[in-house]
């Protein structure tokens, strides 16, 4: 719409600004290639595209799918936290727990879910994810 001024000034997209992350298409061309769910998790787990949350991650935490690779639901949450970084396995501790109390109370068991993140690292002091990490991560959701 011509005159439209978006966030970020006259003349500038209207849309959420994203920075490239250097290395972000190397990453989506690897998982890309991955044919398997193993395959995905190899990639995954050695990804620098985002030089801070490689470095101080303890684990990546690319979650958790039904054996058969198929499931009837998937619950995907923001980060890890502390506890998940530790664990290197989505939503445990608190939680797990009410994740696991809510899929029960809807019939559903976690072993026929996919529990997933949209980052695969923990920020830093668990701060919310910056839109390029966020940009990174995409291809391995």
Do not use: I, K, Y
């Amino acid at each position: 719409m011509p005159g439209a001024v978006g966030p970020h000034g006259p003349g500038q997209p209207a849309g959420p600004r994203f920075r490239l992350v250097p290395g972000s298409l190397e990453v989506a061309e690897r998982a890309a290639r991955c044919a398997s769910w193993d395959e995905l998790v190899a990639a995954s787990s050695t990804c620098t595209a985002c030089p801070e949350l490689a470095a101080t991650r303890r684990s990546v935490v690319v979650g958790e799918v039904p054996p058969s690779g198929r499931a009837r639901l998937a619950v995907v949450g923001e980060a890890p936290g502390a506890e998940e970084d530790r664990a290197g396995r989505p939503f445990v501790g608190q939680a797990g727990r009410l994740l696991d109390e809510l899929l029960a109370g809807a019939g559903l068991d976690r072993s026929g879910v996919a529990v997933l993140n949209v980052l695969q690292c923990r920020p830093p002091g668990n701060r919310s994810p910056q839109p390029d990490e966020l940009a990174a991560c995409a291809p391995f959701l």
